[in-house]
């Protein structure tokens, strides 16, 4: 499926404006991602997501595979009918992050990788073809090609060997998509944060006949300069006409400095996995909603903020929800921090506009990591 | 507060259907009220919960005593505030049944009950005086006076003991609520299921000036017809022209029961508490969504149901996140289980009307129990 993408401006620091089309209608890039891993964005209905803003969001192919399958998905006339998501687009990834983080792999063979499952234990084999397979059973939008995320971090000779098979991955990736007409399809580029392989890796991947190309292995324990770089590394040498998507990214300031570094869409599960321990972004910095210093506090998270949490209830109610293990107090956070973050990417695509993005960067940083 | 109690009709069979008055508008009866335990309805938002038909919820003096303390809902302009619940009112229980249920009283004498927190083990002094103000600053629209709630069963001679000072707790308590023009008082009838207790209970606090008079002690693990006997010792000696409050029920056939024998409101935490458990009340009997017969279930739970669950979601889905575990899950069924009591007290109040009250219970018994 041909998403139209349209590079509308690049700024002077490298950041790109840009908007593309789904069934669902048009979206406008830079963008972040809700993550709704289990078919459903913790603790939230769509109604709400679609009023903070959100437009897509991401379901993770291993853990619908395991639970509850994708046949169940697939019966029910897909993603979107299943769990009752029908404002916007869904893009499911390959699985592969999953598959070498939580399940412990133990066999990667050119085939695929052999694991055991981190709910049952029971052994499973993942493939390029079995992740696309899923993936077209369970109708997202977007889908992703199968890739390996090897850990950080690891020699270049094993990097080597890994970002090669991932692009031999790629391939058949693409070879096994039976839904290209109806479902996109990017590719991943890795290659840890050695140049020549995310070079190698970002041209030979983009000769593929790709939607997009997402840069993958980034913010897996690596020092913040080196996570620049292998975004860096990548987005030099991806095509111009694409969109670039940066995975797993979902830190306020990573989220400016990848849209610099040429960066159109990200996904990441940290507003809602801060919810839940009660953690709030503002403007001023991240907040502990269980500081004993908003107990009394009858003020929202954020005056200003637009959120159907902020309009309607205050620190000290939702400081005795999160303090009492009341899940509506992570509901409440989670509305807001999605919010936060899809605001933040409005006044980033509006600095775009002004091309003075590095400016509002200064000024953000400022405000919300120095005290 | 006069709640200006109406009762417009009473049925052959002992049901009444009623109407009374508080600022947030006209109330009718039959109700359930659902109960937010800790300032709030588990899982749900206010706006969730009208839109499920609720109008008066509970909630719970010891909870929010403990946790976030009363002067802090007083600061916040009371718990409709507090918690933004301003469609309807609060009633707020007295903490009797939590200290005598949850804390393991340690001492009771004339003055309180000396008692343990259930949180933090920390010695607490629990008397009538300190209930109501409490009440008081919570600022709920009914508030409850202080009662023993015994556990089942004791000797005649215990009960006796407890249902005189009961009852001199219920004087206490109504010459220490300071703001009775804006907050409603109920007492509350015990004497277990000796039925010269609850006679003498009835009629003894029936003397003091109550907006209204609750029956106690029920469901507190005694035989189904034991639990009918109870109610019906305590309401032929209750006042026609008062509301009456049967605490702690949330059984559907004990509702009809209930009404049947001459109760106007009920609360009870059932609906929420069998959601986290995966169970949905439908009219052909509970229905445990676990159960892997409803995995490709693409069907809502009650189909002719017009929550917001049943406008939406599938059995399927509601199960996938029961089992994974998201909270999302019990969310749906927690809406769709109190609109199931709330429009059974619909169906309830039209049956009054039409005076076919034991006709339409023994149609829903034979639906919901027998299978």
């Known amino acids: 499926m041909d998403l139209k993408f349209k590079l509308k401006k690049t700024c002077s620091c490298g950041a790109r404006l840009g908007e593309f089309e789904t069934k669902w209608g048009k979206h406008k890039t830079p963008m972040f991602m809700p993550v709704g891993t289990q078919a459903t964005v913790k603790t939230l209905s769509p109604e709400e997501l679609k009023e903070a803003g959100a437009d897509i969001i991401l379901s993770n192919t291993y853990h619908l595979w395991l639970r509850p399958g994708e046949d169940i998905v697939d019966e029910a006339g897909g993603l979107h009918e299943f769990m009752n998501y029908k404002t916007g687009p869904i893009l499911t990834d390959c699985g592969g992050f999953q598959v070498f983080s939580l399940a412990k792999p133990k066999d990667i063979s050119e085939d695929g990788v052999k694991f055991k499952s981190h709910i049952d234990g029971k052994e499973l ?146 507003p809602t996995r801060l919810a839940r321990h009660g953690n709030a972004h503002t403007r001023n910095g991240r907040m502990n909603i269980r500081n004993a210093k908003y107990a009394r506090d009858f003020t929202p998270i954020e005056e200003d903020c637009d959120c159907y949490t902020c309009k309607n209830y205050t620190k000290a109610y939702i400081r005795h929800l999160i303090v009492a293990d009341e899940s509506f107090g992570q509901r409440l956070i989670s509305i807001h921090n999605i919010r936060f973050l899809t605001k933040l990417m409005e006044d980033i695509r509006e600095h775009i506009e002004k091309d003075d993005l590095l400016e509002f960067r200064e000024e953000f940083y400022n405000k919300y990591y120095k005290k």
Request: hydrophobic share 35%.
């Open 125 to 270: 084999f993942l493939t390029p073809e079995k992740s696309i397979e899923i993936q077209n059973k369970l109708g997202s939008d977007i889908i992703m090609s199968f890739d390996e995320c090897p850990p950080y971090p690891v020699t270049h000779e094993y990097m080597k060997n890994s970002v090669e098979r991932t692009l031999r991955w790629a391939k058949r990736s693409l070879d096994a998509n039976k839904k290209r007409d109806t479902q996109a399809q990017f590719g991943i580029v890795q290659g840890g944060e050695f140049e020549d392989l995310r070079k190698w890796s970002a041209i030979e991947t983009s000769k593929l006949d790709f939607d997009g190309y997402s840069v993958g292995g980034v913010s897996v324990g690596e020092a913040p300069d080196t996570k620049l770089k292998m975004i860096e590394y990548a987005t030099k040498w991806l095509p111009e006409d694409k969109i670039r998507y940066l995975m797993g990214v979902g830190e306020p300031i990573d989220l400016i400095d990848g849209v610099i570094r040429g960066i159109d869409i990200f996904d990441c599960v940290s």
